[in-house]
C-alpha cells in the first residue's frame, strides 16, 4: 500500500494534492499490473521471455534482479530475465507522465533539431470515426487500439528520442488483414507505420505524426521448420529469442543474434537489414533469407516466400524488402536458412594495450582461428567502465587493473577438444607476441554468457548514465578508432565519446554521453561525423538503418556523384508506394521522396 | 598444509538436459561439459586460503573417465598446483568415490578436504558427508565462510540451514563442502592456463588404490517430469465447481 512518505513531496499536501496522488499512484498501479500481468495490454508481452513470473520486482528505472540461477535446477523451467526487455522499459516511458520524474535515470527528453524541421505532408488524411469503425470491421474491436497508455507506449521509441502523436494502433493477426487494412489506408491516404519489437535506434519505428500504426506482434506463428534443409518458415511478428529458443530445440540457431534478441521481432530484423553479432561468421540476411511473403502499400500481396536454397527465376525482388525499413511493404512472412547449432563454444575476454593490437588480432584471428571464429567484438576502456558502473551483475573478468581495450572472441565448431586447443594456442602466441596483455577463457556456459552480458549491456548502460547519441559506421579497420579520439579532443570534457562495436565486420558504434540531451553539444557533432565518415568512403549507417535520424542524409554515404542512385531509390519507391503512405519521413531525404 | 579438492565433471549447467530415448539415463554425447559449480566454489575455497598463506599446496583430484583431464586442467589454470586422476570408466555413486577419497587422503594426508555440497547431475548430496564418516574427520557442510585458525588447528565454519546460519567449529583435518554463497570463483587467466600447461596431472586407478567400486546401486529408468499442462480458462464460477469437484477431485 503506498503511503503519501513515498511520494518526493512535501508532507503537509492539500486535499487536491492528496487526491493527484492517489489517482495517480492507482493509475500506475493498474497500469503496471495490466502491463505485467495481462498478456493482452502489451502487444510484445505475449511472446517476450517470461521474466516477469520469477519474482521480479517492479523498480523505476532499475533492471530485473538477476534470479539465482541454480534454482533453476531444482525442476522449475522459469525462463531467467537477464536483461530487461525493451517493452517494460518502453512500459516505463508509458508513466512518465506521473509524477515520479526523479526516479527514471533513463532520458527521455524529445530529441529536438532532426524533427522540428519537418512539417506532417498534408497530403495525408486524418484518422475519422468511419476509419476506426472500418478497422473494427477487419480486425474486431480488439485489435483496434485507442487506449492513451498503449498508444503511449507504441508511440516513443526505445532510446527515448522520438516521440510521435499517433492516436490508433493496429494489430492484425494474418496477411490477410494486413492487406485489408493497407488497402483502405492507400483509398484514404492515410499514413501508416509498421511497427516489430520496436528496438530501433534511428525513429525509424515509431510515427513522426499521427501515422496509423500497425503493430505486427499477434503474427507470430511458426510455420514449419523443416530439419533437412535447416530452414525455418515463420510470421513477421516472432521474437528473434523464441525462434532461437524453439530452433535450440531441434539442433540449429539463427543466422543473426543481437542484444535486442528479448524483444525485436524477425519482421523489423529483416526490413532493417539487422547485422548484429554473428555476422563476422554467418553473414548478412541478404545471404540467409531464402523468401518472403510482403505487402505492398496498396494490399497487394507478394509472395516471395521461396524455400529453396537456389532460385534463379527472375529478378530476385526480396532483397529490396530487406533493409528498405518498412517504406517499401510490410514484411509479413519470412523463410530463413538456419545454421546447425555446433555444440563447442569458447569464449575469450582479452585486453589489448591500443588500438593497432586490437587490429593486429582481428587479421591474426581470421587466420588462425579462420572457420571457426563466430564473433569479434572490441570495447574500449570508456564503454567499459560505463558497463561496470551501470550494468547489474557485470563483473570484470580482468581484476585489478584497467585495460584501454578490450576484444571479446567467439568461436564456434563441432569439436571440443580441437577447438579448445586451437584458441588456446592462438590466445597463447599473441600473448607471447604481445598482442594481447591478458585475458581470460571461459571455462563454462555461464562464464561465457557473463562476458556476452557485458559486450551485449553496452547499449543499455550508456543509456542509464544519460543522454546519448548513437552513431552506427562503417570505418576501414585502420580508420575506425581515429573518428573516437578525434571527437575526444572536439568535445573535450563536456561529453563522454565511447567506441565500440562489431571490429570483425569494421562496424564501430560511436556513442556520446552527456548529463542532458544539448543542441550545442549536438551541433558540435553533426555534421562532422558524417563529413569524416563520408571523407573515408564508410558509411554513415552499417546496419542501424536510415529511419528518421538519418533520413536527410543519405547523401554522406550515397555521394553526389552517385546522385542518380538515390534518384532510382525514389522511383522504386513511387513505383511500390505512389501515395507514399508507408513510413513517410524516414530513409530516403523528403524532398525526392514525397509524391507531390 | 595440504588442502585436497574433490571435483567433478558434469553436463554444462546452461545446457538443456534431454532423456536418452532407451530412457537409461541423461544424453550426455555431444553435450558441454564442465566443472560442477559447487566444486568450482571449493577450488576458490581452497586457493583463497592458500593465498592468505594459511596452507602451502592445492591438490584437485577428480574421479571418472579419461575426460575428466579436461576439468581438472581448468582446475589447474585456476591456480591449483597438482592434480590427481582416478581413472574409472563406469559410473560412480558417492560412496565408491567416498571411498577412493579416502584412500587418497591417507596418501597425501590433506588438513583440509573441500568438496561441492551436490553434484548439479545427481543432486546427491552425500559424498561429503560419506568420506567425513571413513576418515573419522568432522565436517562442516553447507559452508558459506570458513575462517581458518592455524596455530590452533581448527576452522570456524559457517553453515546454511534451514532455520538461518549455524556456526561450528571442526579441529582439523576436516571435511567442507561448499555452498552456493561461499565466494565467486575466479576466471582462467591466459597466464595461468599457460603454466597449468607445465603441472602434474598424477593418475592412478581403483586397484592400486585397493579400493573396491562395485556399486549396491543400479539406475532402472531415467524418465522426464510430465510436462506442465496448460492452464484452462473457465467461464463461469458453476463450471469451475465442476471441474473442481470431478476433475480435480479437491472438494
Known amino acids: ?424 594456442a592462438f590466445l597463447l602466441h599473441s600473448m607471447e607476441g604481445g598482442l594481447v596483455s591478458d585475458g581470460v577463457l571461459a571455462q563454462d556456459i555461464n562464464q561465457a554468457s557473463s562476458f556476452w552480458h557485458i559486450r551485449e549491456g553496452i547499449p543499455e548502460s550508456i543509456m542509464k548514465a544519460g543522454a546519448v547519441y548513437k552513431y552506427d559506421l562503417s570505418i576501414p579497420v585502420e580508420k575506425m578508432y581515429d573518428l573516437v579520439e578525434e571527437m575526444r579532443v572536439r568535445l573535450g570534457h563536456s561529453a563522454k565519446v565511447m567506441g565500440y562495436g562489431h571490429l570483425g565486420d569494421s562496424n564501430l558504434h560511436l556513442n556520446i554521453s552527456t548529463p542532458q540531451y544539448d543542441d550545442a553539444i549536438l551541433a558540435q557533432i553533426e555534421p562532422f561525423v558524417y563529413e569524416w565518415t563520408s571523407k573515408h568512403h564508410g558509411s554513415i549507417s552499417a546496419e542501424h538503418g536510415m529511419g528518421l535520424m538519418k533520413a536527410n542524409k543519405i547523401h554522406y554515404s550515397k555521394s553526389a556523384e552517385t546522385a542518380s542512385l538515390v534518384q532510382l531509390m525514389a522511383s522504386i519507391k513511387k513505383l511500390l508506394d505512389p501515395n507514399g503512405i508507408l513510413n513517410p519521413y524516414k530513409v530516403l531525404p523528403g524532398s525526392l521522396a514525397s509524391s507531390s | 598444509m595440504k588442502i585436497m579438492v574433490a571435483i567433478k565433471r558434469v553436463v554444462d549447467y546452461a545446457v538443456k538436459i534431454r532423456v536418452k530415448s532407451d530412457k537409461s539415463g541423461v544424453e550426455t554425447s555431444n553435450v558441454k561439459m564442465s566443472m560442477n559449480p559447487f566444486c568450482e566454489i571449493g577450488l576458490e575455497e581452497a586457493l583463497r586460503i592458500k593465498e592468505s598463506g594459511l596452507a602451502s599446496e592445492v591438490i584437485a583430484v577428480s574421479v571418472g573417465p579419461s575426460q575428466c583431464v579436461d576439468t581438472l586442467r581448468t582446475g589447474l589454470a585456476m591456480g591449483a598446483d597438482r592434480a590427481i586422476h582416478v581413472e574409472a570408466s563406469a559410473t560412480l555413486y558417492p560412496l565408491s568415490v567416498a571411498k577412493l577419497l579416502k584412500a587418497l587422503a591417507d596418501v597425501e594426508k590433506p588438513g583440509l ?64 563442502t561448499t555452498d552456493l554463497r561461499l565466494n565467486q570463483p575466479r576466471y582462467a587467466t591466459l597466464p595461468n592456463i599457460m603454466k597449468a600447461k607445465s603441472k602434474v596431472i598424477k593418475k592412478f586407478t581403483p586397484q592400486e588404490l585397493n579400493v573396491d567400486i562395485k556399486s549396491d546401486l543400479e539406475v532402472i529408468q531415467v524418465t522426464e517430469p510430465p510436462k506442465r499442462k496448460a492452464g484452462v480458462i473457465v467461464s463461469s464460477v458453476d463450471e469451475l465447481i465442476d471441474k473442481l469437484k470431478n476433475e480435480a477431485h479437491v472438494i
Open chain 1, 1 to 424: 500500500m503506498l503511503t503519501s512518505r513515498q511520494f518526493p513531496i512535501n508532507f503537509r499536501t492539500t486535499d487536491k494534492m492528496r487526491t493527484e496522488m492517489w489517482r495517480a499512484a492507482h493509475r500506475l498501479i493498474s497500469h503496471r499490473s495490466k502491463n505485467l500481468c495481462d498478456p493482452r495490454w502489451n502487444p510484445n508481452f505475449h511472446n517476450a521471455i517470461h521474466s516477469y513470473s520469477s519474482g521480479f520486482t517492479y523498480n523505476f528505472g532499475r533492471t530485473c534482479k538477476p534470479f539465482n540461477p541454480y534454482l533453476r535446477r531444482q525442476g522449475s523451467d522459469v525462463q531467467i530475465c537477464i536483461y530487461p526487455t525493451r517493452d517494460y522499459i518502453e512500459n516505463l516511458h508509458g508513466s512518465t507522465e506521473l509524477c515520479y520524474g526523479k526516479s527514471f535515470r533513463i532520458q527521455n527528453r524529445f530529441y529536438g533539431s532532426a524533427t522540428t524541421k519537418i512539417q506532417r505532408n498534408p497530403i495525408f488524411s486524418t484518422i475519422n470515426s468511419d476509419d476506426i469503425n472500418h478497422f473494427r470491421e477487419i480486425l474486431g474491436e480488439k485489435n483496434v487500439i485507442q487506449d492513451e497508455d498503449r498508444l503511449s507506449a507504441a508511440n516513443m521509441d526505445w532510446l527515448g528520442k522520438y516521440k510521435g502523436s499517433s492516436k490508433l494502433l493496429l494489430q492484425p493477426r494474418s496477411t490477410k488483414e494486413v492487406s485489408q487494412i493497407l488497402k483502405y489506408c492507400n483509398s484514404r491516404c492515410l499514413a501508416v507505420v509498421p511497427q516489430g519489437g520496436n528496438t530501433g535506434l534511428v525513429g525509424g519505428s515509431v510515427p513522426v505524426f499521427d501515422e496509423v500504426i500497425i503493430n505486427i506482434g499477434s503474427m507470430n506463428n511458426i510455420i514449419s521448420f523443416d530439419k533437412v534443409s535447416s530452414i525455418l518458415v515463420c510470421e513477421a511478428g516472432c521474437i528473434l529469442e523464441n525462434l532461437i529458443s524453439f530452433l535450440d530445440n531441434q539442433g540449429f540457431i539463427m543466422p543473426l543474434d543481437l542484444g535486442a534478441k528479448g524483444s525485436c521481432q524477425i519482421g523489423g530484423n529483416i526490413s532493417t537489414n539487422a547485422g548484429g553479432l554473428r555476422l563476422v561468421r554467418y553473414g548478412s540476411l541478404h545471404g540467409n533469407v531464402l523468401g518472403l511473403e510482403a505487402v505492398l502499400a496498396n494490399g497487394t500481396v507478394l509472395d516471395m516466400l521461396g524455400t529453396l536454397r537456389k532460385d534463379n527465376t527472375g529478378y530476385d525482388l526480396k532483397h529490396l524488402f530487406i533493409g528498405s525499413e518498412g517504406s517499401l511493404g510490410v514484411v509479413t512472412k519470412v523463410s530463413i536458412l538456419t545454421p546447425p547449432k555446433l555444440s563447442s563454444v569458447n569464449v575469450a575476454f582479452l585486453a589489448c594495450k591500443d588500438y593497432l593490437s586490437c587490429q593486429k588480432l582481428l587479421l591474426e584471428a581470421k587466420r588462425k582461428l579462420g572457420e571457426i571464429l563466430s564473433a569479434f567484438e572490441f570495447i574500449d576502456n570508456q564503454s567499459f567502465n560505463v558497463v561496470l558502473n551501470h550494468l547489474e551483475g557485470a563483473r570484470n573478468p580482468l581484476p585489478p587493473s584497467m585495460h584501454n581495450f578490450y576484444v571479446l572472441i567467439e568461436t564456434t565448431g563441432s569439436d571440443e577438444s580441437y577447438d579448445k586447443e586451437k584458441l588456446e
Open chain 2, 113 to 176: 578436504l573441500i568438496l561441492g555440497k551436490q553434484a548439479i547431475d545427481d543432486d546427491c548430496n552425500q559424498t561429503g558427508q560419506m568420506v567425513a564418516g571413513l576418515l573419522n574427520w568432522p565436517q562442516g557442510t553447507f559452508a558459506s565462510k570458513v575462517v581458518l585458525d592455524k596455530e590452533k588447528e581448527v576452522a570456524t565454519v559457517e553453515r546454511e540451514v534451514d532455520g538461518g546460519l549455524e556456526t561450528l567449529c571442526l579441529d582439523l583435518p576436516a571435511v567442507i
